[in-house]
C-alpha cells in the first residue's frame, strides 16, 4: 500500500502547487501577503519597503532599491522583505532571491504620479500587515541600513517614529515662546513645538488604534490632494476638538544618533569628533534630492572605510547653498 500514500503525497502536492500559483507564488514572493509573512518574519516582526520599477535598472542589479537590500543583507536583517507595485520590482527580487509581496495598490487622489503619490499608497499596505497581526518597520527606498534596526527599537508604544528634526531640541520637542506685541502684558504664550515624524521610517504595531489610523490616512488621501507625510503627523499629533476625534496613537521618537535624517548627518553629525567613530543604524536620506549619490557615499564611508567620503557634500540640497 505504500504506493498509496506516495499518489496522496503527490495529489497534495499538485493541489498545494496549483493553489499557489493561483497566489501567484513563486519562490520568492506571493500576491498573498500571509504567505510571505509566515515565510519570513521573526517574531511576527517585518522589515519592509515600497517600491516601483523606477527605483531599480531593468537588470534589477543596481539603483537605490539594490543598494537598500545590500544594506539589510549586510546588517543581518533576516526578516526583510519588497512590497513590489509592479511586475518590474517582482522581477527583479526574483533575481535577487529577496522575498517580496506582489500588490497594486489603489490610487490615491494624486493618482501616484510622483514620489509622494507612490508614498500616500502606503499606508493601505501596511494596513494588511497589522490585520494579520505583524508589526511593520516600514522604510522608504532612499534608507542606508548598516546595523540590524531590530536590535534597537524599544516597542513600547504604538508609533516610533524618525524625526525630521536635526538636534535634540526639534526632534524631542521644546517650549517655544509666541510673541504679540498687540496683546500688550500678555503678548507672550507658550507652545509646545516638535518636528515632524518622518513617514519614510516608521515602526508600528498591530492594534485597533494603528488600523483605525491607517484607514484615516487613507481615506484623507483618496479625498484630498494632500502630503502623505503633512496627513501622518496630523492624524497623529492632533488632539480631540469639537467634532474631531483624536486618534490615541503613542509615539516614541527614534534615537537621532541612531536614527539619522540627512540633515542630521550632513549638518552635525559628519563634523563633531565626538561622532568620529560612531556608525548609524540606518540613515534616511530625505533632506536631499541628490539620494542615490549620497547614499553611495554614506556606503563608501561607513562599509567601505572610505573617511572623507562625505566631505564633497554641502549641507543643504546644492553646490552653492543658500543662494541656490
Not at 137 to 159: A, G, M, Q
Not at 206 to 224: A, H, S, V, W
Not at 247 to 263: P, Y
Request: with cysteine.
Amino acid at each position: 500500500m505504500a504506493w498509496l500514500g506516495l499518489l496522496t503525497a503527490a495529489v497534495i502536492l499538485l493541489a498545494t502547487t496549483a493553489a499557489g500559483q493561483g497566489n501567484g507564488d513563486t519562490k520568492f514572493g506571493s500576491s498573498d501577503l500571509k504567505t510571505v509573512l509566515e515565510r519570513i518574519a521573526i517574531n511576527k516582526e517585518v522589515m519592509a519597503a515600497v517600491s516601483n520599477g523606477a527605483l531599480i535598472t531593468p537588470d534589477g542589479k543596481f539603483g537605490m532599491l539594490k543598494l537598500w537590500i545590500d544594506g539589510c543583507q549586510r546588517a543581518g536583517v533576516k526578516n526583510f522583505m519588497v512590497i513590489a507595485i509592479d511586475d518590474d520590482v517582482a522581477k527583479a527580487c526574483e533575481n535577487l532571491g529577496v522575498p517580496y509581496w506582489r500588490k497594486t495598490p489603489k490610487k490615491t487622489a494624486d493618482q501616484a504620479a510622483s514620489n509622494h503619490g507612490i508614498s500616500a499608497q502606503k499606508f493601505q499596505l501596511i494596513k494588511e500587515f497589522l490585520t494579520l497581526g505583524y508589526s511593520v518597520l516600514l522604510s522608504d527606498v532612499d534608507i542606508v541600513t548598516l546595523k540590524n534596526p531590530f536590535e534597537h527599537l524599544y516597542r513600547d508604544e504604538d508609533v516610533e517614529a524618525l524625526s525630521d528634526g536635526y538636534d535634540e531640541q526639534t526632534a524631542y520637542g521644546w517650549d517655544d515662546v509666541h510673541d504679540d506685541p498687540k496683546m500688550g502684558w500678555s503678548r507672550w504664550a507658550h507652545t509646545i513645538r516638535v518636528f515632524t515624524l518622518n513617514s519614510g521610517l516608521f515602526y508600528i504595531r498591530p492594534n485597533n488604534r494603528t488600523i483605525g489610523l491607517m484607514d484615516r490616512i487613507t481615506d484623507r488621501l483618496n479625498r484630498n490632494k494632500e502630503w502623505d507625510q503633512a496627513v501622518f503627523n496630523m492624524e497623529i499629533w492632533f488632539p480631540s476638538h469639537d467634532d474631531y476625534h483624536t486618534s490615541r496613537i503613542s509615539v516614541r521618537i527614534m534615537n537621532i544618533d541612531k536614527f539619522l535624517n540627512s540633515k542630521r548627518l550632513f549638518r552635525t553629525i559628519r563634523y563633531e569628533p565626538q561622532y568620529a567613530n560612531h556608525v548609524p543604524v540606518m540613515i534616511h536620506v530625505n533632506y536631499h534630492p541628490d539620494k542615490f549619490q549620497r547614499m553611495q557615499s554614506i556606503w563608501a564611508k561607513y562599509v567601505e572605510g572610505d573617511k572623507t567620503a562625505l566631505d564633497k557634500y554641502p549641507i543643504g540640497s546644492c553646490f552653492n547653498a543658500p543662494d541656490c
